[in-house]
């Protein structure tokens, strides 16, 4: 039986194709086993969060917004197609819906949609070694997880720098990650003496007379008002939820796109009242504010130095850090 089994398994195993599915407004990629369109649908449906309110969806290539509603051609298709999930009344695009934002050396909306996401990203840093610094934390992880040699040819350059490139995105992203704990550990502590003050405080009050139930008021200014709108993507929402703190892992233009939201709106969008959403638009000020800063010291340091405002390759800081 056992052998049967995994026969079964193995069977069951080559009949399922790997696909790689994502939103339309949302650079977060899933991957997904699927044997035929239907499943695929499914499991996508689940994996990008995708209201039932919103279905069916459809299915169209990454690549250049083929429609795929045909089984014989899903079937067809190499393993690692990467999909794009559109829901109800949703149409594929090639641009960009953010067109604000000018730091980033070369605009998404001038970008072939049929260049892979790693090498927008490596033509970004093509052009600036400093866009480093604004790019986010999933971004980061991208340009790492590429192949050395793959990374090289794309930038011209050897794959000695492309180590000492891929060793500083780590760098970066480790920072990141410290000044998360960090942040995490501070809240913690400070929980912990709030709620060591309630206890003592408590201690030492004589037994509270009861109250009598008062009407509450509706003021019409409930969090979860829906009448108030928010542009931002649900992937950038779930991030603002559900991540400790968001800011540091959002790019730059999304950080952007936060501070320009209605703090109504915000709380509205979160299910949050306006004093935490205001007090999150006020962190992503100032990581905003503290990466444009960083980039702004380089090319100062650059310009000074040599009177050029990008970080050239061949004077980018060797990195001793091993992988």
Known sequence: K???????????????????????????????????????????????AIDKAREPITLVLAEDGTIVDDEDYFLCLPSNTKFVALAKDEKWSSKSLDSGTSWLSESVDEVDSAVEKWKQLARQLKDDLSNIILMSEEDLQVLIDVPRSDLAAELTQSETKIQVLQDTLQQVLDRREEERQSRQLLELYLEAL????????????????????????DTGTSSTDTSATTALSDQVLAALKEKPAPELCLDSRDLEKVLKENAAALASALGWDKQKAGALQDACDQELSKRLKQVQTLHSLRSTSKGKKTLPWGDWPSSKRKK
């Open 194 to 217: 709030k709620t060591e003050d309630s206890i003592l405080s408590k201690v030492g009050e004589p037994a509270a007379a009861p109250r009598k139930e008062m009407d509450v008021v």
């Open 2 to 48: 056992a052998r049967g089994g995994t026969a079964r398994r193995q069977w069951m195993a080559a009949r399922l194709k790997r696909c790689v599915v994502r939103r339309r407004d949302g650079p977060e990629q899933h991957g997904v086993a699927a044997s035929c369109l239907r499943e695929l649908r499914d499991k996508a449906c689940g994996v990008l």
